[in-house]
């Protein structure tokens, strides 16, 4: 059996590697290194997969989320509500812009931000939603763009775990996860669905003033050359990370199938076990895309699992092990632990296990047996 991996980057790179390879030579070949043809050619080749008007590329996921906020009219103090279960990430960005984040909890199947307790949160004060597309899978778009119309508050999507993704609609119609809401960040992080090979981001949105607004941002507030009009940051993607997600964007819908086809082993693996609950999918198959496989893992001693796992050749990682609200950089004393109680429980129950694109059946059959095996001692 082939070593078994969180994510197979070399497996999946041995079998493009000469589209890769080509690509990458072609920036070195030319020297446009920064803003080349190939960067414009990846935002054009977004746009139209995505099928929104404006991809703004940047520097990585992170970048992305603050820029997408910076070109939003938001004061200090003003109040942005997010999740509490994610990646810190998404809350650093709203507190470094001296916003002020509110976290909230999340549902207990999806993982992803409760509308209730969106609803709770809401004050004068709010101004925007930052909904995260946990583990691969949209959250409730449609009742957040409804809260979000209701209450005049733009909509960020962090869609860094989710690219590719269909958001399916009551009415059945369906949209990629990160074109619904005012304005959508991505990160191409060497694991995620569509990886580069070193930091990428990008910025997605529909309006066209606010694009016009991102693309000054991202690169020092600059509109016309040493014209600077707001204050900016420097955040490219570079023509090298470009050339590799040139490569790689024709092959994404393929990489989700087979994220979708790892998990749908692993679901029948452990199908109507008493103590695990597989990932919950709303909506069709495509609906998620699997950045990650989480179980809920009940009346077990999780870190011994863990451990029994690890002993066994086989990785596993705890996505995420503290609450956000529990962690110091974002203790606020207008937390209340009864607010909580959805993510105080999944980050003593969830498990990721191995997922990429390169599993293949005999190391699902062993880890699935490994897990099968040791809950039943
Ligand atoms: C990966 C990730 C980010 C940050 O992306 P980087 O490219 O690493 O900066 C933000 N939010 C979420 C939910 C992520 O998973």
Do not use: W
């Amino acid at each position: 059996m082939k070593k078994i991996q969180m994510v197979d980057l070399k497996g999946q790179y041995d079998k493009i590697k000469d589209t890769v390879n080509a690509s990458i030579q072609e920036v070195l070949d030319t020297t446009a290194y920064i803003n080349g043809p190939e960067v414009q050619k990846f935002q054009k080749g977004l746009e139209d997969y995505l099928g929104v008007k404006h991809v703004i590329p940047c520097a990585n996921g992170t970048d992305a989320l603050q820029i997408a906020m910076m070109g939003l009219d938001l004061k200090p103090g003003d109040e942005i509500i997010t999740a509490d279960f994610t990646f810190a990430a998404t809350v650093e960005v709203i507190a470094l812009l001296q916003l002020t984040p509110v976290l909230v909890d999340v549902n207990p199947d999806t993982f992803n931000i409760s509308i209730e307790a969106i609803r709770k949160a809401i004050t004068p004060k709010t101004k925007a939603i930052v909904p995260v597309h946990l583990f691969g899978q949209a959250a409730d778009m449609e009742a957040i763009m409804a809260i979000a119309k209701e209450h005049n508050l733009y909509v960020i999507e962090d869609n860094a775990q989710a690219i590719g993704a269909n958001y399916k609609y009551a009415d059945g119609s369906k949209k990629k996860a990160g074109v619904i809401g005012h304005v959508a960040s991505t990160s191409f992080f060497p694991s995620k669905n569509l990886g580069c090979y070193g930091d990428g981001g990008a910025i997605f949105t529909n309006d066209d003033e606010l694009a016009h607004k991102l693309r000054g941002i991202v690169n020092h507030g600059m509109y016309v050359r040493y014209h600077h009009d707001v204050v900016g940051v420097n955040s490219r993607l570079d023509s090298v990370q470009a050339a590799v997600l040139n490569a790689k964007l024709p092959l994404l819908d393929s990489y989700n199938k087979a994220r979708r086809e790892a998990a749908e082993k692993y679901n029948k693996a452990f199908a109507g076990h008493a103590d695990i609950i597989t990932p919950v999918v709303k909506g069709d198959a495509d609906s998620h895309v699997f950045h990650q496989y989480t179980l809920r893992v009940l009346n077990a001693d999780r870190n011994a699992l863990m451990q029994h796992l690890l002993d066994r050749g086989i990785p596993c990682a705890i996505y995420y092990p503290i609450p956000l609200h529990s962690q110091k950089a974002y203790a606020d004393s207008r937390y209340n632990e009864n607010d909580f109680v959805v993510t105080n429980q999944l980050v003593k129950e969830v498990i990721a296990l191995p997922m990429h694109t390169e599993l293949d059946d005999e190391q699902i059959k062993y880890i699935t047996d490994t897990i099968l095996e040791f809950l039943s001692v």
